[in-house]
């Protein structure tokens, strides 16, 4: 099975064009791409890397590096590197909305996304806390933020969450929908028959025995033990602060963080270049890159595009797990 993947830009001004056009370059032997993105925005970045980019009919298909099937959006102001415009919001979102909807329907087997800037589509009048959550929004169910590098998993029971609204938003409902939906993906996307998931504690010392927080004692565990009894392997809740120890993270295949800056600086630590962002939960798989627009380096040239091409690697094998 070849996957054909949908493939979104981004913004427009920050580094996804040319990320885009670098892959391009790369065999597409397992996988096939579909680009939504300003054509225009997609020359521009070709041009400053002096590299081939011939825009394809969508249903055409890609014979030689640096072809590329697009469907087109264009942007409502021609862009320019490193000077994101909120007039171009909706092109940016009309694109990615475009994108999910053919993986919906099927015409597409897995999502790829590019950088998106947070506060220039707000700015451009579209309320938007991310791309996890507006497709979330869009496919009407709920889902899980997950990154991963070839070291460590780590999904998040908060994602964009201010860190004074974190506990509230941590209940034993939440945490229980969370994790079942990590245990059916690790089975599902990933092919582990019997997922071992390891759960940190919200408060420091996991709590110390209610001495530092009684999250742990009064929402955490209860959940944990509710789910044991349901056949699930999960630890916790543990310190995290030792959690992420080499020796403890081969036994697990997955951590749950409680929240954004708990458990991500330890993953991008450890190999942020290969790191990928994928949403668990959605009836598609889509896996993003773990960067953000990277303004100041547009049109330079210098821009790793490891990520990317680590996510589209990602995405085209969960496809092909869904598949079998």
């Known amino acids: 099975m070849v996957p054909r993947l949908a493939l979104v830009a981004g913004e427009p001004a920050g580094v996804g064009p040319e990320l ?4 391009a370059q790369l065999p597409r032997d397992d996988y096939r791409l579909l680009a939504f993105a300003d054509p225009h925005a997609l020359l521009a970045a070709a041009n400053a890397l002096s590299l081939p980019l011939r825009l394809l009919d969508e249903h055409a298909v890609a014979a030689f590096p640096g072809d590329l099937p697009l469907r087109s959006f264009a942007n409502a102001v021609a862009s320019r590197f490193g000077d994101a415009n909120p007039d171009n919001a909706p092109a940016v979102i009309a694109a990615l909305t475009a994108a999910a909807d053919e993986c ?12 998106i800037h947070k506060a220039t589509i707000n700015q451009g009048g579209i309320a938007y806390s991310g791309t996890t959550e507006l497709l979330a929004r869009h496919a009407n169910c709920p889902v899980v933020m997950m990154l991963a590098n070839n070291v460590v998993r780590v999904a998040l029971a908060t994602t964009h969450l201010p860190l004074r609204s974190v506990p509230d938003a941590i209940t034993g409902d939440a945490l229980t929908r969370t994790l079942r939906i990590l245990d059916a993906a690790l089975r599902l996307d990933f092919s582990i028959a019997s997922p071992r998931i390891a759960v940190l504690g919200l408060n420091p010392h996991a709590g110390e025995a209610g001495h530092l927080g009684r999250e742990e004692i009064e929402i955490i565990e209860p959940a944990l033990a509710l789910l044991r009894n349901e056949g699930m392997q999960l630890i916790g809740p543990l310190p995290a602060d030792t959690a992420f120890l080499p020796a403890k993270l081969r036994d697990f295949d997955a951590v749950l963080a409680m929240y954004h800056d708990q458990g991500l600086p330890v993953l991008k630590y450890s190999g942020f270049e290969n790191a990928v962002n994928i949403t668990l939960g959605l009836p598609y798989p889509r896996v993003a890159v773990d960067h953000g627009t990277a303004l100041d380096l547009a049109g330079k040239g210098i821009a790793d595009p490891s990520s990317l091409f680590a996510a589209v690697a990602t995405c085209a094998r969960l496809a092909r797990h869904r598949t079998r």
């Not at 885009?20 to 892959?23: F, H, I, Q, T």
């Open 20 to 23: 885009c056009v670098r892959l």
């Open 104 to 115: 919906l329907h099927g015409a597409c087997d897995g999502l790829v996304s590019g950088p």
